[in-house]
Structures are given as structure tokens and as C-alpha cells.
């Protein structure tokens, strides 16, 4: 890549990318002229991603992330070795832990850590001699206590070990692994679900977006194993 603030055409893998945090994410790699890939689970999410595909985002339907088999099928469909792999995609619960079922927990562990683990893998598996960039989601709260979301925070504790660990075993290909640490983001989900919060403290998703990219692209030169807080104010 002779500019490192550019993505010269090379895939890109954003999970998530039918959310408010991966419509941002892929807004801001098709500036920085990445070609970039995002499977679609359900047909509501190809159903936001249509007017992507409209855009050169190269939408894959029908992506089970938490099914090896439908993961594998998935990277091996992008054709070139990726340079990044994003990964965005996850859930949330709420509640605190006497009152959880037992099928909260797995459901976590499927939707943020084994997808994240699937992806991670895959991606690592057809990355090239060129190195690479993988950038995970973490959450606040599994760095910092939270009553009420144990649950949730344990999941995303186990993703922020896959990162940093990750790290350490790719660190000898030059593949970068770091993942960012959120806070409640500005949403339209979450100003209604939090109507007497304060959205103005809460990072914009574009700006998350930016930090996620940065750390995806060539011009970040070094930084691999970080946990990167991205709170803004809150």
C-alpha cells in the first residue's frame, strides 16, 4: 500500500455492518477506497444493506457468523486474502445475574464471543504475506464493574483476552489485533431505550467509526494488542 491512508481496493470484512456503528464503519471505508464485504444474516439486515450494495459494498446473505461451516463459506467467498477484518457484530442483555437464565449466558457467548472467535480465526487462517488488521468490539464494561450486566460483561471480558492474545500469536505475520472498548453510543435504539440520559456525552457512532478504521488500516503502523476506550463522556 503506497498510501498509508488508503485501503488501494483491498477487502475488508465488517460484521455488524447492518447496524448504526457498521453503517458508519463502511461509510468511512468506502472513503478511504476499501472494497468492502459484509454478510447479512436475517433479511432485515440486507434489507438496510441494499442501498450499500447500490453503493460497491459486496453483501453476503444468509450468514450464520455463529456456524462454522456458513463462516468459512463466507471468507472463502471474498476471493482475495482480506487485509482487515471487522468484527461488529454481538448482543446485549441487561439484568442482573439472580435473575438470568441460564440460556442468557449462552446466547452471549454465541453471539459475542463465538462469532468474534470464528471470524478472528478465518480471517487469520487466508490473511497474507502482506500482514493484516483485525479489529474486535469489546464493551466498558467488562473493563470496569457494572451492576446488572454480568452477564454481558463476562462475554465481552472473554473477547477482549481472544484480542490481546491474538495478538501475541500473530504479532510474527504482521497482522495487527486490537480491538475498541465502548461506552453507550449515540443511537436512535438508545436515546429511546435511555430517555432521561444525556446523549450529548455519548460518542457519535462516526466518530467510533474513525478510531475502528484508523486501527484497520495501513497507516496504523504499531499499535497491536490495545484495548482502545472510546467512551467520550461517558
Not at 466518530?207 to 484508523?214: D, G, K, L, N, Q
Request: overall charge negative; proline content about 6%.
Amino acid at each position: 500500500m503506497s498510501d498509508a491512508n488508503s485501503f488501494e481496493q483491498w477487502p475488508v470484512i465488517v460484521t455488524g455492518g447492518g447496524g448504526a456503528l457498521g453503517l458508519a464503519v463502511c461509510e468511512a471505508l468506502l472513503e478511504g477506497g476499501a472494497e468492502v464485504h459484509v454478510p447479512a444474516h436475517g433479511d432485515s439486515d440486507a434489507a438496510r444493506l441494499a442501498p450499500w450494495a447500490e453503493r460497491g459494498v459486496r453483501v453476503t446473505a444468509g450468514v450464520d457468523l455463529t456456524d462454522e461451516t456458513s463462516v468459512g463459506d463466507f471468507y472463502d467467498g471474498v476471493g482475495a486474502a482480506p487485509w482487515a477484518s471487522i468484527h461488529l457484530a454481538g448482543g446485549f442483555v441487561w439484568g442482573p445475574l439472580v435473575g438470568a437464565e441460564l440460556a442468557d449466558l449462552d446466547r452471549m457467548i454465541a453471539m459475542n464471543l463465538r462469532t468474534t472467535w470464528l471470524c478472528c480465526r478465518e480471517a487469520a487462517r487466508r490473511m497474507g504475506d502482506d500482514g493484516g488488521r483485525i479489529v474486535n468490539v469489546a464493551a466498558k464494561p467488562a473493563l470496569v464493574p457494572t451492576a446488572d450486566l454480568v452477564t454481558y460483561a463476562a462475554t465481552k471480558a472473554a473477547v477482549a483476552a481472544l484480542t490481546q492474545g491474538l495478538a501475541e500469536e500473530l504479532a510474527g505475520r504482521r497482522i495487527w489485533v486490537n480491538a475498541v472498548v465502548p461506552s453507550v453510543m449515540d443511537t436512535a435504539a438508545n436515546r429511546e431505550s435511555m430517555p432521561d440520559a444525556d446523549p450529548e456525552a455519548w460518542p457519535k457512532v462516526e466518530e467510533v467509526a474513525r478510531t475502528i478504521v484508523f486501527l484497520a488500516s495501513p497507516a496504523n503502523a504499531v499499535t497491536r494488542g490495545a484495548l482502545v476506550p472510546v467512551y467520550g463522556r461517558s
